[in-house]
């Protein structure tokens, strides 16, 4: 069965440093999200992506988090200036159309900021 | 500010008994419902859907029953399995094609065997 993957599993990174959380979605998938769950707090979503550009997002995205599909099988959440408050499971997401019941998600990386 | 709430953090249930799972949502513009559940170390997992215009849908085991004037959805899984013991999120959305979903905190269910 097609699945979402994601890499690294778990990243470790100083305070003010740029992260870049990769994502492979499935592939003949057209719709693309990232959602992040804070340890102990609810899934919260972040950004959808389609058709190489972002649809929608929420107000946790702010300038500081960028998404980008660089090639035809990436999509990537670059956070530029990584905050301790960014200690998160940040979990990619994909669909083939639009609407969370046909949504996939990956495994998640582990972000923590020290 | 908790859009959609459940209030169980956890709930233990006995093999081939029914779990009951609560969520309670605040915004009246939310017209469209989820359930995903979460083993660990995995991403959600989309479970079943309601939308507004319906106030039950079923699949297999698992049932949402959704009270619009309580703004309020359960999920229901007969007979429960220990395979069913993972964290359920509850998510809604005003837009049934929605992207932008709110979720809920999560019930953790143990089916015991």
């Known amino acids: 069965e097609p699945e979402v993957t994601q890499t690294p599993s778990h990243q470790v990174t100083q305070m003010g440093q740029e992260v870049i959380l990769r994502c492979v979605p499935i592939?003949?998938?057209?719709?693309f999200y990232w959602y992040r769950q804070i340890l102990g707090q609810k899934v919260e979503f972040l950004v959808s992506?389609?058709?190489?550009?972002?649809?929608?997002k929420s107000e946790i995205f702010d300038d500081q988090f960028s998404v980008e599909r660089p090639d035809g099988s990436n999509f990537t959440l670059k956070i530029r200036s990584t905050k301790l408050e960014d200690s998160a499971m940040y979990f990619c997401a994909s669909s083939e159309h639009r609407g969370g019941d046909t949504q996939y998600f990956g495994p998640g990386t582990r972000l923590t900021v020290l | 500010d908790q859009q959609v709430k459940q209030n169980s953090p956890s709930l233990s249930v006995q093999e081939g008994r029914i779990s009951i799972l609560n969520c309670d949502y605040t915004n009246s513009m939310f017209d469209y419902f989820l359930w995903y559940k979460k083993y660990p170390a995995e991403g959600p997992t989309f479970l079943i859907s309601?939308?507004?215009?319906?106030d039950k849908n079923e699949d297999g085991r698992f049932t949402v029953f959704l009270n619009k004037s309580a703004k309020h959805l359960s999920l229901h899984i007969v007979p429960s399995q220990p395979g069913d013991s993972a964290v359920y999120f509850c998510a809604a959305s005003d837009d049934n094609y929605g992207q932008n979903f709110v979720f809920g905190p999560g019930t953790r269910l143990s089916v015991l065997p």
């Open positions: 309601i939308s507004s215009i319906k």
């Open positions: 592939s003949n998938h057209l719709y």
């Open positions: 992506f389609y058709n190489n550009e972002i649809s929608e």
